[in-house]
């Protein structure tokens, strides 16, 4: 299972937005309403802040907003601010219990 | 509250064997999956395993299989990883991480697991 692909860096100014985008394939993005995403600062446990596709969990600000169009998957962060500098994962269920991470991206607030 | 916590990483040599365990507390741990998920220093999650809730049904990344067994012992609220042939490979962190359907809404801070003679 090739991990989905997503851009290695993006970056943006404090209250603008930013997307970054999964791409897989029909056998996993494409294929289920189950992605998600998760943020990680450096030294910490992923957090969960997007969850089938476009679900916020409790406690996640409504800033942070998920969709998915075909193979491709996105997570955009409206609003920046400073402590969403972070990397962030996308995973995607793949089928017969396997599941594949993103390749990850590191959003940097300029 | 939900917690998880990982114990058992450490300095293993290759071709050696390793048991890491995740205590959970703060939920009814046998109404849920079990995932363990790994991070190489410097790199991103791969997925290695889940265990449904019943402790019957398990499945492994091929990166794994053969050599991984996760097991979850619901009297105790705990998940097991025990990893047999070990390989510099598999040096990363290891998190476990509470299943919400097909995805995964807490995580453990993890433990260090380095494979190295």
């Known amino acids: 299972q090739s991990a989905l692909t997503q851009p290695p860096s993006a970056s943006g100014s404090p209250g603008q937005s930013v997307t970054i985008s999964c791409t897989g394939t029909?056998?996993?993005?494409?294929?289920?309403?189950?992605v998600s995403w998760y943020q990680q600062h450096p030294g910490k446990a992923p957090k969960l802040m997007i969850y089938e596709v476009s679900k916020r969990p409790s406690g996640v600000p409504d800033r942070f907003s998920g969709s998915k169009s075909g193979n491709t998957a996105s997570l955009t962060v409206s609003g920046l601010q400073a402590e969403d500098e972070a990397d962030y994962y996308c995973?995607?269920?793949?089928?017969?219990?396997?599941?594949?991470f993103g390749t990850g991206t590191k959003v940097t607030v300029l | 509250q939900v917690q998880l916590v990982e114990s058992g990483g450490g300095v293993v040599q290759p071709g050696r064997s390793l048991r890491l365990s995740c205590a959970a507390s703060?939920?009814?741990?046998?109404?849920?999956?079990m995932h363990w998920v790994r991070q190489a220093p410097g790199k991103g999650l791969e997925w290695v395993a889940v265990?449904?809730?019943?402790?019957?049904?398990?499945y492994y990344a091929d990166s794994v299989k053969g050599r991984f067994t996760i097991s979850r012992d619901n009297s105790k609220n705990t998940l097991y990883l025990h990893m047999d042939s070990l390989r510099a490979e598999d040096t990363a962190v290891y998190y476990c991480a509470r299943a919400l359907y097909y995805d995964w809404d807490y995580w453990g801070q993890g433990t260090l697991v380095t494979v190295s003679s």
């Open positions: 029909s056998s996993d993005v494409g294929g289920y309403n189950y």
């Open positions: 265990v449904w809730y019943d402790g019957i049904n398990k």
């Open positions: 995973s995607s269920y793949a089928g017969s219990n396997n599941f594949v």
């Open positions: 703060g939920f009814t741990f046998s109404n849920y999956g």
